[in-house]
């Protein structure tokens, strides 16, 4: 097992390793004295990880009661949210009790932002169960809810007390949603080093599980210790996000978000290699390597079409964004530029 120890407003341990779903209990007892733990967790991770996650609770001394909501991110809304809020308080919940979010990132925000809000903040642990949620959301803090008029538009801060992440849940994720998982690593790749982003090209993500999800919640770690409430460097997690979440919109979900952010990263290496920001060389090497993992660096939408998006965008269309742009692994940069500059960066990354 391995231990990556966060330091945010809440100092927290991320455990990894083969098997430790099933000592989720014993694990979790050394840092919350059994007490109620409610399992809130989606259909199909309810079907497959459960029952475990439950009996592994139990025999360490917790109650354990369970939500379930169907699966998908259509569930991340103010109405199943309200549900699971109705649903603790019925059970009485108690400001001593634990929240455990067992799946992917749709429930880990979901719980997360539930156990953030409930009798104004209650303890609560993450299990991811998606590659994903292991590299990515369930580390950080941030928790969030759909709104009708755009993704994770209400939400909060609010640290976990322990994240457990056992690598062999991965198993049972269908081919694409892994697949979806790897831009997201590929996207540390980028921004973490030439020696990670070597790694990726040499030996695939599944043959070497456990260490990149190390690498990505190790790097994820020091950005978040140094920007919580993401006003600065925390931003360079959103490579790839700007033009990827404009396809993402335009797609209205047909494709995966980590499918758009593979198409956002490679939009924006092919206009900062036109801008002057990057080579034409690590430009290649990273649409080959996006490639290779069998995800898209193409899409059907115009220039005009993604940026009248990206102006609707809630969070973008107040004047100034700061887009992440590459210039060498582990070398990508924060710029300041108004939304209308969007065009250019849009037109350039578009033209193949
Ligand atoms: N909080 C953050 O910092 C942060 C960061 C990135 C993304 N996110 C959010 O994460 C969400 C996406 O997360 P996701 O891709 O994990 O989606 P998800 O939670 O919907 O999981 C994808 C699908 O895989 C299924 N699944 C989960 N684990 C499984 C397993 N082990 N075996 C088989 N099937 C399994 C789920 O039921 C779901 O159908 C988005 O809502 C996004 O906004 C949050
Ligand atoms: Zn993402």
New binding site residues.
């Given amino acids: 097992m391995k231990t990556i120890t966060v330091s945010a407003s809440k100092t927290y341990e991320v455990l990894v390793g083969s098997g430790l779903l099933d000592q989720t209990g014993e694990l979790t007892a050394r840092v919350v004295k059994p007490c109620k733990a409610a399992i809130i967790t989606?259909?199909?991770?309810d079907a497959?990880?459960t029952e475990r996650t439950r009996r592994s609770l139990e025999q360490a001394g917790f109650e354990t009661l369970l939500f379930v909501f169907p699966?998908?991110?259509s569930s991340?809304n103010l109405t199943v949210f309200g549900q699971a809020l109705n649903f603790l308080a019925e059970h009485r919940l108690s400001r001593s009790d634990l929240i455990v979010a067992l799946?992917?990132?749709?429930?880990?925000?979901l719980a997360?932002f539930v156990a953030a809000v409930y009798l104004r903040g209650i303890r609560f642990i993450q299990i991811?169960?998606?590659?994903?949620?292991a590299v990515?959301?369930s580390?950080?803090g941030?928790?969030?809810v759909?709104l009708d008029t755009g993704?994770?538009l209400a939400g909060a801060f609010w640290q976990p007390e322990l994240v457990i992440c056992d690598p062999d849940?991965?198993?049972?994720?269908?081919e694409r949603?892994f697949r979806?998982?790897c831009a997201?690593v590929l996207k540390y790749g980028l921004l973490i080093g030439e020696e990670f982003l070597r790694s990726l090209e040499e030996t695939p993500v599944s043959d070497q599980l456990e260490a990149v999800i190390c690498t990505c919640i190790a790097y994820k770690r020091d950005i978040v210790a140094g920007d919580e409430f993401d006003r600065g460097q925390r931003q360079l997690l959103n490579l790839g996000h700007t033009i990827g979440h404009a396809v993402e919109t335009k797609a209205d979900y047909r494709l995966?978000?980590?499918e758009c952010v593979a198409i956002g990263m490679a939009a924006v290496i092919r206009a900062a290699v036109q801008m002057g920001h990057c080579s034409a060389a690590l430009r290649d090497r990273v649409l080959a390597l996006i490639r290779k993992y069998g995800l898209p660096t193409e899409t059907e939408f115009t220039a005009d079409e993604l940026y009248a998006v990206c102006c609707s965008d809630k969070k973008i269309a107040s004047g100034t964004i700061r887009l992440v742009v590459p210039a060498a692994p582990g070398g990508c940069r924060l710029l300041p530029m108004p939304v209308s500059d969007l065009r250019e960066w849009l037109e350039k990354g578009l033209a193949v």
């Fill in positions: 989606d259909s199909t991770v497959l990880y699966a998908g991110e991340k799946g992917g990132g749709v429930v880990g925000d997360g991811p169960t998606t590659l994903l949620a990515d959301s580390v950080g941030k928790t969030a759909d993704k994770n849940t991965l198993a049972t994720l269908p949603t979806e998982g997201e995966f978000h980590g």
